[in-house]
């Protein structure tokens, strides 16, 4: 399974800096467990942090740092390789661990109308970033709407179209707050993804602009 | 031209780089303290100015210091040069021991990046698409590439600003500033394709 629509290399980036907000981040390492070459971006990414620490200004550290990091080493015992993460479910080990360890059927879904159910990811409290799982009913069509920032979205299964392409496992779509769009699930499956924004999701219409703090997205 | 001329030049085994590898190996096979001293010598300094710069003070600076050496005690044996420099895989310790201080000090809003590889590759091509793993070439492509790029790389990798951020600062849409990110990389890419 190798994805077609793939990160921004800026989001590459912001995640290779360690700048990337949680739920972005949780998001793309879910893409990437489905993308090889996302994976290699940002290996190349870190290596321009590894060469911008290599040409770092230095700071004399104390010799009280110094000797007890060297006297704690004996205590230390070596991590042995582990093997690759397994997965419970469908969905990669990252995320997988994120919702408990069950099969997307098991998490607690919230009804938020007909045809679409959500299910909100805790992350650290206090941050300005969301994760939100949807599961939305074939030929669904989501209302327009802008972005207020980034917007991350994996398919998980299913598969969604909107004017930017056609999206399908493992696919993520990439935005940010310049561009509006109408998703719509294509027919024959119920279309699971992974979703998350920075802040609110700005729709176009009044009526859910008002309705948003109780729809949850 | 004599900067093409070093540019161009193979770094070999008795680079920077093939010199910390040995170092690493050494700790991995047979927990030389010697070797880590010498390790942490070279990166101890530049990992507390790092962190500095991020907005650490010196006290909190230093306690990311010691755990990123100690993890690279730890972890020796987990080094893979194959997936880049022993530089890049200590920024990475670094980068995600910070992450995982601010998320227990309940201000983070930053993502930890431990577990993002863990499925395996199937067609084993990644490997072969980290192509550069000498800090030099990276550093020299860096010194190339149009001020206003280099800019932003520095305030996204050295100053931890969130691109937001970096619009909010230097007064340009953000648009702007992921396009300039984008325009880096891909000169940085292009810069390393032809030295490498």
Redesign the interface.
């Known amino acids: 399974m190798t994805a077609t629509h793939h990160l921004?290399?800026?989001t590459?980036?912001?995640?290779?800096?360690?700048?990337?907000?949680?739920?972005?981040?949780?998001a793309?390492?879910t893409h990437?467990?489905y993308c090889?070459?996302c994976?290699?971006a940002?290996?190349?990414?870190?290596?321009?942090?590894?060469?911008?620490?290599?040409?770092?200004?230095?700071?004399?550290?104390?010799d009280q740092?110094?000797s007890?990091?060297?006297a704690?080493?004996e205590a230390?015992?070596?991590?042995?390789?582990k093997a690759?993460?397994k997965s419970a479910s469908d969905v990669?080990?990252?995320l997988c661990n994120l919702i408990g360890n069950v099969p997307l059927e098991e998490i607690r879904w919230r009804k938020m109308g007909p045809g679409i159910a959500t299910h909100a990811i805790p992350l650290?409290?206090?941050?300005?970033?969301k994760l939100t799982l949807f599961r939305i009913e074939p030929g669904y069509r989501i209302p327009e709407h802008g972005h207020g920032?980034s917007e991350l979205t994996v398919v998980l299964r299913g598969s969604f179209t909107d004017k930017t392409g056609h999206y399908m496992k493992g696919d993520i779509s990439d935005l940010?707050?310049?561009v509006e769009h109408q998703p719509v699930v294509d027919e024959g499956e119920t279309c699971y993804c992974l979703f998350a924004t920075?802040a609110p999701a700005r729709f176009k219409s009044r009526l859910l602009r008002l309705l948003q703090p109780l729809l949850g997205f | 031209m004599a900067v093409m001329a070093e540019i161009m030049a193979p770094a070999g085994d008795a680079g920077p780089s093939g010199r910390e590898t040995a170092l690493l190996n050494r700790i991995a096979t047979s927990r030389d303290r010697q070797a880590f001293t010498a390790l942490f010598d070279a990166y101890a300094p530049r990992i507390k100015a790092f962190m500095m710069r991020k907005g650490a003070n010196a006290a909190q600076a230093e306690d990311l210091v010691q755990e990123t050496m100690i993890a690279v005690w730890s972890k020796a044996a987990l080094y893979e040069a194959g997936r880049g420099s022993v530089a890049t895989w200590i920024f990475t310790i670094a980068r995600n021991l910070r992450i995982d201080r601010l998320r227990r000090e309940k201000t983070s809003l930053f993502t930890d990046l431990e577990g993002y590889d863990v499925e395996t590759d199937e067609d084993g091509q990644e490997e072969a698409l980290c192509r550069f793993q000498e800090d030099g070439y990276v550093a020299r492509a860096l010194a190339q590439i149009p001020e206003e790029q280099r800019q932003l790389l520095i305030m996204s990798y050295m100053e931890d600003m969130a691109q937001s951020e970096i619009a909010a600062k230097l007064q340009i849409p953000l648009g702007t500033v992921k396009s300039r990110m984008r325009l880096a990389y891909i000169r940085m890419r292009k810069l390393l394709e032809t030295i490498s």
């Open positions: 921004d290399e800026a590459i980036m912001a995640l290779g800096a360690g700048t990337l907000g949680e739920a972005h981040g949780f793309a390492a990437m467990a090889p070459s994976r290699a940002l290996r190349e990414a870190e290596q321009l942090g590894g060469s911008l620490l290599a040409a770092a200004d230095e700071e004399a550290v104390s740092c110094r007890a990091t060297l704690s080493l230390v015992s070596p991590e042995k390789r690759p993460a990669p080990a990252v650290t409290p206090g941050g300005r970033t920032g940010d707050e310049t920075e």
